[in-house]
């Protein structure tokens, strides 16, 4: 395939998928195509266990200016057809791939550029990237579950912030409410990345799945996981790599 064609790029190495939003004529914003195929790229990643943490990030300059909204109207004569149901089935699918997730952002993240970041469990950003949520720019409703998610990761006042006006903000803001998680300086957002994603991947995916459960808000499997704890051997495993000081060699996987 053309790589200047819109597309999401895919490499798996060192434990870890990195998943690329390449549209460089429009900023990498997403097509109707390139939402569709999010989800199954996503649950084919999933059940792949080499794949111990996955990153997302833009091609070139730009992590994603949002939705290709000429793509989406392409097809806006067919009333079974809803663009927006088709970014929140990407964004749910990110959230609920069994792993971590680590946005990698410089330059615009901005309408489903921010939804996507949201549904990863972390972001990691360039200092001069700019954050928009900007469903009130064009008189969409924004979704429940998109709201409900920044709600929970930035608070009701920030999120109101963003939805009511559609405005950018900045790193040093984004920091500040917690949209971002890191702010690295230019030339050396890859790298930490890179590194962050090799840890992700060295540590145990019991504990690492059982915390993204839990984070969520579920509280009524707790006899499950200690079930899995118990017969994991990841513990004894942890300890005893620790007592003979060398990394250890988790095996639970999802």
């Not at 004529?25 to 989800?39: E, H, V």
Request: aromatic share 6%.
């Amino acid at each position: 395939m053309d790589r200047t064609e819109p597309q999401l790029q895919l490499t798996v190495a060192e434990g870890f998928a990195t998943v690329v939003i390449s549209n460089p004529a429009k900023r990498n914003a997403m097509t109707a195509a390139m939402w569709q195929a999010l989800p199954g790229l996503l649950e084919r990643l999933a059940a792949d266990r080499t794949v111990r943490a996955l990153v997302l990030t833009g091609a070139g300059g730009t992590f994603c200016a949002g939705a290709d909204i000429s793509s989406l109207q392409e097809r806006a004569s067919d009333p079974a057809y809803d663009p927006q149901a088709l970014a929140v089935a990407a964004e749910e699918a990110l959230a609920a791939f069994p792993r971590p997730t680590l946005a990698a952002v410089r330059g615009y993240c901005v309408g489903g550029g921010s939804q996507l970041a949201a549904s990863c469990d972390l972001r990691f950003a360039e200092e001069g990237a700019s954050f928009g949520v900007t469903p009130a720019k064009l008189g969409i409703v924004y979704a429940a579950s998109s709201t409900r998610r920044l709600v929970s990761l930035i608070g009701p006042a920030a999120a109101k912030h963003l939805l009511f006006s559609g405005e950018l903000i900045g790193t040093e803001r984004a920091l500040r409410t917690g949209l971002v998680d890191e702010v690295l300086p230019a030339g050396e957002l890859d790298k930490r990345v890179e590194a962050y994603a090799r840890i992700l991947a060295s540590r145990s995916q019991l504990t690492q799945a059982a915390a993204k459960e839990f984070a969520t808000g579920r509280g009524d499997r707790d006899a499950y996981w200690a079930e899995q704890a118990r017969h994991s051997g990841d513990t004894a495993e942890g300890v005893a790599a620790f007592l003979e000081r060398r990394a250890p060699r988790f095996t639970w996987t999802t």
